[in-house]
């Protein structure tokens, strides 16, 4: 079955860690182009960051430059994101994305169910 | 980063309606425009990509089109399944990726 499934969210104190890690399976996860969207209640997705299929490349979104950072184990077909110095505007629902796009078209075909991180004191 | 304007934000409609949501790009950004529904507690779901594509799978009284600025995803006679909230998404800037703001089709 092709899915994905994340896991690690939870409730934290601002500028603490946490590490989510998506679980991909059914499909080639080493040919796929990995993204992190998130949504904050309420609002509409905010892509987070990329990483190439074989993790050479990865860009983020310039708000979360510097703490959090996304990696990937082909060994093991997942997908992490590091998130340090978390602040609350960092809440959200993370939700990881296969990138289907050839080159440099890039859209979301396959979303996991999404892991909630709150952001609270 | 390139703003991604929708509209309406909320658009009330019958079932059986033909209904057309708007996206425009604060710059040309070709036809590298992609749409998704997304239900309450689920995650979104693509339905048109590279502008008028259709993914595997979709209703085809879905269809989009446009490209540049001005983008449409029209549904062609509104089904119970499909009161949603609707999200585009560009990918022009490969680096910055943005989403629209949102329209949420709502029973009339």
């Known amino acids: 079955q092709v899915q994905l499934v994340e896991s690690g969210g939870g409730v934290v104190q601002p500028g603490t860690s946490l590490r989510l890690s998506c679980a991909a399976s059914?499909?080639?996860?080493?040919?796929?182009?990995m993204h992190w969207v998130r949504q904050a209640p309420g609002k509409g997705p905010e892509w987070v960051a990329l990483?190439?299929?074989?993790?050479?490349?990865?860009y983020y979104t310039d708000s979360v430059k510097g703490r959090l950072t996304i990696s990937r184990d082909n060994s093991k077909n997942t997908l992490y994101l590091q998130m340090n110095t978390l602040r609350a505007e960092d809440t959200a629902v993370y939700y990881c994305?296969?990138?289907?796009?050839?080159?440099?078209?890039?859209?979301?075909?396959?979303w996991g169910q999404g892991t909630l991180v709150i952001v609270s004191s | 980063d390139i703003q991604m304007t929708q509209s309406p934000s909320t658009l009330s409609a019958s079932v059986g309606d033909r209904v057309t949501i708007t996206c425009r790009a604060s710059?040309?950004?070709?036809?590298?425009l992609n749409w998704y529904q997304q239900k309450p507690g689920k995650a979104p779901n693509l339905l048109i990509y590279?502008?008028?594509s259709l993914q595997s799978g979709v209703p085809s009284r879905f269809s989009g089109s446009g490209s540049g600025t001005d983008f449409t995803l029209t549904i062609s006679s509104l089904q119970p399944e499909d009161f949603a909230t609707y999200y585009c998404?560009?990918?022009?800037?490969?680096?910055?990726?943005?989403f629209g703001g949102g329209t949420k089709v709502t029973s009339k």
């Open positions: 590279a502008a008028s």
């Open positions: 994305a296969r990138d289907a796009g050839p080159g440099a078209q890039i859209w979301f075909d396959l």
């Open positions: 998404q560009q990918s022009f800037t490969t680096r910055a990726l943005t």
């Open positions: 710059q040309s950004i070709a036809i590298y």
């Open positions: 059914g499909f080639t996860f080493s040919t796929y182009g």
């Open positions: 990483i190439w299929n074989d993790g050479t490349n990865k």
